[in-house]
């Protein structure tokens, strides 16, 4: 069944003598079901033009269209110009709403193209080759398509120009009775991908097609908005046009129909050429990888340490794991991360340390756990420095949960402290009364080259001392995360009393905790 009613006549009578292609006149007339957007287009087109002329409605007109009209708004109402700019009749009248069937076929002057050559199969099948030749795995694919920023103006122009033939008839058609370009689009590719890719199109899923469109013979059509409202086109180091689609939509909002329409032309100009494709880009979401580490060099840095330009150390933790992990998935890049951080010359032994790396647009994504064991099994054979255990494919929402409560966490320690003044234990039990002690830590030298200066509150909750003899005692320490970087070695750490002395008093110690 033809999805256009007798109310919607007028309106498709003027659209297509404008140059509108009979999908655009479907969105502009709110058919909202995906059937009729895909049928073929030249049957749609006989049927739109069998619609205009059945009911006794007057024949196809004999010889060429007359001009185009542009409208302008008068604060009594709305009247138009020729295309000479001389006072005429308006395109809305009775005489001249006879449907004329283009005698070739023509670029549409609102999708520019998009809704013709590039819904159907043909190019869908092309797309699809590019797809299949990227080397991605994927089960499911979801489309993405950038249109020219230029379409909203077109759309607009068109919008304003139905608007006015619908108030002639009592009608009202608001900015969201317009079905989206895109949601058409969708209804008409959504089904041929899937078709072609065997695969169903999903709009979650991590493997994403993304088709870029370009038309450069109307560049000029946004210009004028840049004009109207310069604050909505402001320059971006990442942007190589400040006409960008978000910014010309900011603008259409602001800016009055009036000024519009003495603008730019309604209905828009018909173009003779369609859009062209830019690129067409295969991309899948980040995968990450999470397991445990154990570090056994005490000449091991987590993460790479370079500082100036200079790599101080031959390899790192991150390295010996993730160069492996790129490899087998076929990323691009990656991220490491884990639950804290060990100094270059401390070991990690136990159970280990938590640690994620996310893996950037990786072409390989499914693998078997027998796949990840012998993966795991390959990076522990690779260095004696590490070992790596429960390797294990997680979500994003796992990453969080390892980094949680990271500031929450405490640590224990322990240091052999020596003092130039002799003591008695007498003398350091005290310690063991001293509970949550604050420390304004300032970032440590060796970390700068990597972490801002900055001065950080740590506390530590509890210390317990053993004496030793007149100038040793060990120190066990109960503390919160990250609070060592203070308690290094010559470091002004405690507040001691001293022989005859009641108050306090700093002391200096060396050793490393």
């Given at each position: 069944?033809?999805?256009?009613?007798?109310e919607?006549?007028?309106?498709?009578?003027?659209?297509?003598?404008?140059?509108t292609?009979?999908?655009?006149?479907?969105?502009?007339?709110?058919?909202?079901?995906?059937?009729?957007y895909?049928?073929?287009?030249?049957?749609?087109?006989?049927?739109?033009?069998?619609?205009?002329?059945?009911?006794?409605?007057?024949?196809?007109l004999?010889?060429?269209?007359?001009?185009?009209?542009?409208?302008?708004l008068?604060?009594?109402?709305?009247?138009?110009?020729?295309?000479?700019?001389?006072?005429?009749?308006?395109?809305?009248?009775?005489e001249?709403?006879?449907?004329?069937?283009?005698?070739?076929?023509?670029?549409?002057?609102?999708?520019?193209?998009?809704l013709?050559?590039?819904?159907?199969?043909?190019?869908?099948?092309?797309?699809?080759?590019?797809?299949?030749?990227?080397?991605?795995?994927?089960?499911?694919?979801?489309?993405?398509?950038?249109?020219?920023?230029?379409?909203?103006?077109?759309?607009?122009?068109?919008?304003?120009?139905?608007?006015q033939?619908?108030?002639?008839?009592?009608?009202?058609?608001?900015?969201?009775?317009?079905?989206?370009?895109?949601?058409?689009?969708?209804?008409?590719?959504?089904?041929?991908?899937?078709?072609?890719?065997?695969?169903?199109?999903?709009?979650?899923?991590?493997f994403?097609?993304?088709?870029?469109?370009?038309h450069?013979?109307?560049?000029?059509?946004?210009?004028?908005?840049?004009?109207?409202?310069?604050?909505?086109?402001?320059?971006?180091?990442?942007?190589?046009?400040?006409?960008?689609?978000?910014?010309?939509?900011?603008?259409?909002?602001?800016?009055?129909?009036?000024?519009?329409?003495?603008?730019?032309?309604?209905?828009?100009?018909?173009?003779?050429?369609?859009c062209?494709v830019?690129?067409?880009?295969?991309?899948?979401?980040?995968?990450?990888?999470?397991?445990?580490?154990?570090?056994?060099?005490?000449?091991?840095?987590?993460?790479?340490?370079?500082?100036?330009?200079?790599?101080?150390?031959?390899?790192?933790?991150?390295?010996?794991?993730?160069?492996?992990?790129?490899?087998?998935f076929?990323?691009?890049?990656?991220?490491?991360?884990?639950?804290?951080?060990?100094?270059?010359?401390?070991?990690?032994?136990?159970?280990?340390?938590?640690f994620?790396?996310?893996?950037?647009?990786?072409?390989?994504v499914?693998?078997?756990s027998?796949?990840?064991?012998?993966?795991?099994?390959?990076?522990?054979?690779?260095?004696?420095?590490?070992q790596?255990?429960d390797?294990?494919?997680?979500?994003?929402?796992?990453?969080?949960h390892?980094?949680?409560?990271?500031?929450?966490?405490?640590?224990?320690?322990?240091?052999?402290?020596w003092?130039?003044?002799a003591?008695?234990?007498?003398?350091?039990?005290f310690?063991?009364?001293?509970?949550?002690?604050?420390?304004?830590?300032?970032?440590?030298?060796?970390?700068l080259?990597r972490?801002?200066l900055?001065?950080?509150?740590?506390a530590?909750?509890?210390?317990?001392?053993?004496?030793?003899?007149?100038?040793?005692?060990?120190?066990?320490?109960?503390?919160?995360?990250?609070?060592?970087?203070?308690?290094?070695?010559?470091?002004?750490?405690?507040?001691?009393?001293?022989?005859?002395?009641?108050?306090?008093?700093?002391?200096?110690?060396?050793g490393?905790?």
């Amino acid at each position: 069944m033809f999805p256009l009613k007798e109310e919607n006549r007028r309106v498709a009578q003027l659209l297509l003598r404008s140059g509108t292609c009979p999908r655009c006149i479907f969105r502009f007339c709110g058919v909202d079901l995906p059937a009729p957007y895909k049928r073929p287009y030249k049957e749609l087109l006989d049927d739109l033009q069998t619609f205009l002329e059945s009911e006794n409605r007057e024949l196809i007109l004999e010889g060429p269209d007359p001009p185009l009209k542009k409208i302008r708004l008068h604060e009594d109402g709305v009247d138009t110009l020729s295309a000479n700019g001389e006072e005429g009749v308006s395109v809305t009248e009775d005489e001249n709403m006879a449907a004329t069937k283009p005698s070739n076929w023509r670029v549409c002057n609102v999708c520019l193209g998009i809704l013709q050559g590039f819904c159907e199969k043909d190019f869908i099948t092309e797309v699809c080759q590019k797809v299949e030749a990227s080397g991605f795995e994927f089960t499911s694919v979801v489309l993405s398509v950038s249109f020219p920023p230029q379409l909203s103006v077109r759309e607009h122009a068109a919008w304003l120009l139905v608007k006015q033939e619908m108030g002639k008839q009592s009608l009202s058609l608001g900015r969201n009775d317009v079905v989206q370009l895109k949601e058409a689009y969708k209804w008409i590719t959504h089904p041929l991908f899937s078709e072609e890719l065997g695969v169903p199109t999903d709009g979650k899923s991590l493997f994403e097609v993304s088709v870029v469109f370009a038309h450069p013979e109307t560049l000029q059509d946004c210009h004028f908005l840049g004009e109207v409202c310069p604050d909505c086109f402001k320059p971006a180091k990442n942007k190589q046009s400040v006409f960008t689609r978000m910014a010309v939509l900011k603008a259409l909002s602001r800016i009055k129909e009036e000024d519009f329409l003495t603008q730019f032309p309604c209905p828009p100009d018909s173009p003779k050429t369609i859009c062209t494709v830019l690129e067409v880009e295969c991309t899948h979401g980040a995968v990450f990888v999470a397991g445990r580490y154990n570090k056994y060099s005490r000449n091991l840095p987590q993460t790479p340490w370079i500082i100036d330009g200079e790599r101080k150390m031959e390899s790192s933790v991150e390295e010996l794991i993730s160069d492996h992990l790129l490899a087998v998935f076929k990323a691009e890049s990656f991220n490491f991360s884990s639950s804290g951080r060990e100094d270059v010359d401390v070991r990690t032994l136990g159970n280990g340390r938590p640690f994620a790396v996310e893996l950037l647009n990786p072409h390989r994504v499914h693998f078997t756990s027998q796949e990840i064991k012998e993966l795991q099994q390959k990076i522990n054979k690779s260095s004696d420095k590490i070992q790596v255990r429960d390797l294990q494919l997680v979500t994003r929402e796992a990453i969080g949960h390892m980094k949680e409560g990271e500031e929450e966490k405490t640590k224990t320690y322990s240091a052999l402290i020596w003092t130039n003044r002799a003591i008695q234990k007498k003398d350091i039990g005290f310690l063991d009364d001293l509970k949550d002690l604050k420390i304004d830590q300032k970032t440590p030298l060796r970390v700068l080259h990597r972490r801002p200066l900055a001065v950080r509150t740590r506390a530590i909750h509890s210390m317990k001392t053993h004496y030793l003899d007149e100038h040793h005692f060990r120190l066990h320490l109960k503390t919160q995360a990250g609070t060592p970087h203070v308690l290094q070695a010559d470091c002004e750490l405690l507040i001691l009393p001293s022989a005859g002395i009641t108050g306090p008093r700093r002391l200096r110690c060396s050793g490393i905790f």
